[in-house]
């Protein structure tokens, strides 16, 4: 396939991978299908699960091929252009910002990535002294900044609701929504009312699953599905009245965690359309040549980030080892990276059922330094505190040896400060690492070197642009360390038994896309039926043997609340279903087990058991 490329690529992406073969998961959309890279990532060690997410992540810049089902990519012609057409829409507004605006919207990782690109944006133009006119729409409003609020992404009512509000006294609107696995109702129901006035507002929906493979159970409150809402724009992108920008990128390295892939290729595929559009509005002649300029330097940052392979790895045992000790991995990050470090952070409880103290992210400046609509909500919760005074106020106090604390900087930034921190954390912990960014020809000073004894460097090559290459550059540094803190974080929850195969297998079911992929999982690992799973699912929420019927037809957003406060709800399933056993006996083994996954492995091994179901094709996007 490589001879047929019609790009010159910066790094080598994979072959085409199994997954996109016919037959291969079919029921399952690309976002859900397990990635056949990581098939054996709880078996790896870190330095192999590095290689291995690193490969996933290559297959963000992967091309079309000629297979028989032959995916549209980043690099697809048709992507580019509509890439461009949705741009020219947004040049508009930025020649009347007064009337206009442009409004990102997202649930969870994709709300945080709005926050940031129309931050990013806003100061771009602020620096030219032009009006701002970029806005952000989160679900769950700006406390899911910080911490993961999933149930309000159920509600595409409260999605309409507030799209309506922001959108107040505007004539022109260019509505971005954003659903990794075109599956939020929250954004279907924006999307939903876009379509009801489009003399006002422009829909465009991103996600990178093709419109066939949006998801399809109905919504709680609303007449249409996902998919119905994406069809209905499909048919309107043919008259430039809505677009889907939809490249595939392929599964995610651990099972639907769209944190990682679809969070890198949301902030490529976002980044590069703004630039582009800003660059046309500014009068330089612009080309398919300058998108894929913009996008080959993301390419670049992929090679600059993994060339740190083996680094990243070492932190990746690092931060296991302290959560395996109960322990904790603290990031305090400098401007926009310290705002990576708590998105990372934010994630982790869900995914992993981890203890929302297990991994913090700080930022310098706190919420003055992250610019969100709502301002300082410290005081909503000791979870909420998230500026370097308050980790040094409430966390150094009681920091011990088992923590580890990674710092994040660029050598632009205050480095008697970073200093200064770091001796204070060295009093507590010798487990101090950084990530250091610089441009080449930049040199970390011999007295910060000398401090902290383990430095991920990562070197920038100088960008002769003008001014957006600056912009680029702090695009480079925000998705290095994306994909340094994903690895690092997910790497070290595999590490902790978190993972069977590349299935998570402790996440929270907060919401009803969560519930559905713990049926899916589920299925594919016990070769059981959808009804079985779901019934040994909701033994295990509600902690009952016999369900009532109550039970039985109560609402998914039910079960979900239910199960939002419960601990191993998915794991005491998945054992209940492996050894025909009751969900009190599953949950006593898992309780005397050392990890999930073991506990999984040996119920796998029980002598009698049918073998080979886990690789049972079955189970998702109804
Ligand atoms: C939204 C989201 C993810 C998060 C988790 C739950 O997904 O909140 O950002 O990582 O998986 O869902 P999407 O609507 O962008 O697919």
Aim: aromatic fraction near 8%.
């Amino acid at each position: 396939m490589r001879g047929s490329r019609k790009y010159k690529h910066v790094i080598e992406t994979p072959d085409p991978g199994k997954w996109e073969l016919p037959g291969y998961e079919e029921t399952l959309p690309i976002s859900e299908k397990s990635n056949p890279i990581t098939r054996e990532l709880d078996k790896a060690d870190p330095v192999q699960l590095v290689q291995l997410l690193r490969d996933c992540d290559a297959e963000i810049f992967q091309e079309e091929d000629e297979s028989p089902i032959h995916y549209e990519r980043l690099y697809s012609e048709s992507t580019l252009k509509r890439v461009e057409e949705v741009a020219k829409r947004v040049q508009e507004i930025l020649k009347s910002p007064d009337e206009g605006l442009i409004v990102l919207s997202g649930c969870g990782t994709s709300g945080r990535l709005a926050m940031l690109l129309s931050n990013s944006f806003n100061r771009l133009l602020k620096g030219l002294h032009k009006t701002p006119c970029y806005t952000y729409i989160i679900s769950g409003g700006d406390r899911s900044i910080v911490t993961s609020q999933e149930a309000p992404e159920d509600n595409p009512r409260l999605g309409a609701e507030e799209l309506q509000r922001v959108c107040e006294g505007k004539k022109q609107v260019v509505y971005i929504g954003i659903s990794c696995g075109l599956s939020a109702p929250f954004i279907a129901g924006q999307l939903e009312f876009c379509m009801k006035n489009l003399d006002k507002f422009l829909p465009v929906l991103v996600g990178f699953n093709p419109v066939n493979m949006a998801r399809n159970e109905s919504i709680e409150g609303s007449h249409f599905t996902f998919r119905q809402v994406a069809e209905r724009m499909q048919s309107l992108q043919d008259g430039q009245r809505a677009f889907i920008l939809n490249p595939a990128v392929g599964p995610e390295g651990i099972c639907g965690s769209s944190r990682m892939k679809g969070g890198s290729a949301t902030k490529i595929l976002l980044e590069t359309l703004f630039l582009f559009a800003h660059k046309a509005e500014s009068n330089v002649a612009v080309t398919e040549k300058c998108l894929l300029e913009i996008l080959r330097t993301y390419e670049r940052a992929h090679k600059v980030t993994y060339s740190q392979s083996k680094k990243i790895a070492a932190l990746t045992k690092q931060c296991a080892t302290s959560l395996q000790k109960k322990g904790h991995f603290y990031i305090l990050g400098w401007g926009t990276l310290g705002l990576m470090g708590i998105m990372d952070a934010a994630e982790c409880p869900p995914s992993f059922q981890a203890d929302c103290g297990d991994v913090r992210g700080f930022v310098r400046g706190g919420y003055n330094s992250l610019e969100n609509k709502e301002g300082d909500l410290s005081s909503a919760g000791p979870e909420f505190a998230i500026s370097h005074d308050d980790f040094v106020k409430s966390v150094l106090p009681s920091l011990s040896e088992t923590d580890t604390v990674l710092f994040i900087f660029t050598l632009d930034d205050d480095l008697s400060e970073v200093e200064k921190l770091v001796t204070q954390v060295k009093e507590k912990t010798s487990n101090v690492h950084a990530i250091s960014h610089a441009i080449a020809g930049q040199y970390m000073p011999t007295s910060t070197k000398k401090i902290i004894p383990n430095v991920i460097g990562v070197t920038w090559p100088i960008l002769f642009l003008e001014y957006e290459g600056a912009f680029i550059q702090k695009f480079q540094r925000e998705l290095s360390t994306k994909w340094i803190l994903n690895t690092v974080t997910s790497g070290a929850h595999v590490l902790k038994g978190k993972v069977f195969k590349n299935f998570m297998v402790d996440f929270k079911i907060a919401n009803s896309k969560l519930f559905h992929r713990a049926v899916s999982v589920l299925q594919r690992l016990s070769g059981h039926s959808q009804h079985r799973c779901t019934e040994a699912l909701l033994r295990a929420i509600y902690g009952v043997q016999d369900l009532p019927d109550q039970i039985k037809n109560a609402a998914i957003t039910k079960h979900a609340e239910e199960a939002s406060s419960k601990e191993k709800v998915v794991p005491t399933a998945i054992v209940s279903l492996l050894r025909s056993c009751t969900f009190q006996e599953s949950r006593a083994r898992l309780d005397a087990s050392s990890t999930v996954r073991a506990a999984i492995e040996s119920s796998l091994n029980v002598p009698g058991r049918k073998r080979g179901a886990e690789s049972t094709d079955s189970g998702g996007h109804s």
